[in-house]
């Protein structure tokens, strides 16, 4: 036993799309929960994940990126973000070494100079960089902002994120433990599980489908005869057109994109998956608020 105080809180990652918040969170946690994509605004609400040890607990809240939203959905993504800015004890802010200080960043830096939270610079992708491009590149960003710390990592290669786990503990009050210590995440498996499907659709189509897209579970089912678990799941895009590129020449893409989801669901639920998929059109379903609830990004609730 060991008579350290165990320290809890809440800490937010934010900055523009693309800079590897959910990389950065599944690295933290040693196990994925975020989906990653290349393509800007793959995260489209917040995704706690539960990070537990003796020092204590922390819950890391991965939020979509802000940006100037051009749609409902884009509105319900910012809302998400900047409310949850006023809910934690630490902010991370990430910037992307690679591509430099843009006016993304200068966006929410004046949405950052006026919370009383620690906010940290993570200057992320610090393995794809010089490091003398370091230094003049974190001097622009303090010149805006007076940062409580300055953590230059590497969310794909892990270095530097022990020292930001310390860092974070350091700035922690004593505190409860607010999940169980095997738990990872808060969200229900069958959000994951939908997460997992519409990744596959971001990594596997062209760039007119991936933000037209919403996954819904429709069905979770034990069947008796087997050890196997029935999943059914309905992609639901906007046009017509998009449909088409996502079943597939005589449904390939379609049997692709769900082979490839159930191996992560298998590796979720620790059992055989028999995954059934389909799409349907929903014309704008990302201006229409009945949708968006349906979809699970419920304005009201920020």
Known sequence: MTDQAFKSGFVALVGRPNVGKSTLLNRLLGQKIAIMSDKPQTTRNRVQGVYTEERGQVVFID????????????????KVATTTLREVDIV?????????????????????????????????KIDQVHPDELLPLIAS????????????????????VPTLVDQVFEKLEEGPQFYPADQVTDHPERFLMAEMIREKVLHHTREEVPHSIAVEIEQIKRRESSDTVYVGAVIVVER?????????????????LGKLAREDIERLLGSKIYLELWVK?????????KYLRDFGYDQEEY
């Open 63 to 78: 939020t979509p990126g802000i940006h100037k939203p051009k749609h409902r959905l884009g509105d319900f993504m910012t």
């Open 141 to 160: 960003y303090q010149n805006d902002l007076p940062f409580a710390e300055v953590i230059p990592v590497s969310a794909l290669e892990g270095n530097n």
């Open 281 to 289: 059109v929903e014309k704008d379903w990302r201006n229409k608020p």
């Open 240 to 256: 017509s057109s998009q449909k088409g590129i996502i079943i597939g020449k005589q449904g390939a893409m379609l049997r692709q």
């Open 92 to 124: 991370l802010f990430l910037v992307d070494a690679k591509e430099g200080k843009g006016a993304g960043d200068q966006f929410i830096m004046e949405r950052l100079k006026n919370l009383d939270t620690p906010v940290y610079l993570i200057v992320n």
